[in-house]
């Protein structure tokens, strides 16, 4: 089952903060986070194991609340280089094959303008 | 260079006419796996696979074949193709399986037109 994004477009001038959802109905084993800029291949941003950890990639970050089976990204101080559709893809619990296969959400086009 | 290849990059194509897009990667990884995207539905998993002759379905198989009989290459196989396979198909690779930290490489993608 896809995992649900919020919100499904956002536009920011540049400087201002952004959070993205991704939720799931499902137990997840990890959530990644992907970018796509329009007309390129989806570039790997993170990823996140259950545990709850929070990772951090320059001045984007994202948290997995293992409890609540939901991710959030936080780019903060957005420059014009982070417009683009951010994806979460996410895998299921630990046993047989599931740990492998990725469900992605449909994405949050993000627009950042000066 | 690191990458992954996918050829062709763009086709289009008759309903019926068995096609073969591949996908290569130079990296050694064991895990290679083929995507779709269309528009409002995002990426969509075909098919997977955690190693050579270890493949299995994604979330939209149907229609779709895979091979994996080197660690580097993943052909996607459509026998019969039919206009509602008309999209962009990525492939992607990691070192091993999602419950690693490994990034995940997509190739450029071939953007495929079934008439």
């Known amino acids: 089952q896809q995992p649900v994004q919020s919100p499904q477009a956002v536009i920011l001038r540049e400087g201002e903060d952004a959070v993205i959802n991704c939720s799931s109905s499902k137990a997840l084993y990890s959530v990644h986070w992907y970018r796509q800029k329009h007309g390129e291949a989806p570039v790997f941003l993170m990823i996140l194991l259950k545990g709850g950890e929070q990772k951090g990639h320059d001045k984007i970050s994202a948290s997995f609340n293992e409890k609540k089976q939901q991710s959030s990204l936080y780019l903060t101080a957005s420059q014009l280089s982070y417009s683009g559709t951010y994806f979460c893809g996410t895998s299921e619990g630990a046993s047989g094959g599931s740990n492998y296969k990725l469900t992605f959400g449909k994405g949050t086009l993000l627009t950042v303008n000066p | 260079e690191a990458q992954v290849t996918q050829n062709p990059r763009y086709l289009i194509t008759v309903t019926g006419k068995k096609l073969t897009v591949t996908c290569s990667q130079n990296m050694n990884h064991e895990y290679m796996s083929w995507y779709r995207q269309d528009p409002g539905l995002g990426l969509r998993q075909i098919y997977y696979s955690m190693n050579v002759e270890v493949t299995d379905k994604g979330d939209v198989p149907e229609g779709y074949k895979v091979s994996r009989k080197e660690k580097r290459n993943f052909p996607l196989i459509l026998e019969s193709p039919s206009p509602n396979q008309t999209s962009l198909y990525f492939c992607?690779?990691?070192?091993?399986?999602?419950?690693?930290?490994?990034?995940?490489?997509f190739g450029p993608g071939t953007r495929l037109t079934v008439l």
């Open positions: 992607a690779s990691s070192l091993r399986a999602v419950y690693s930290t490994d990034t995940q490489y």
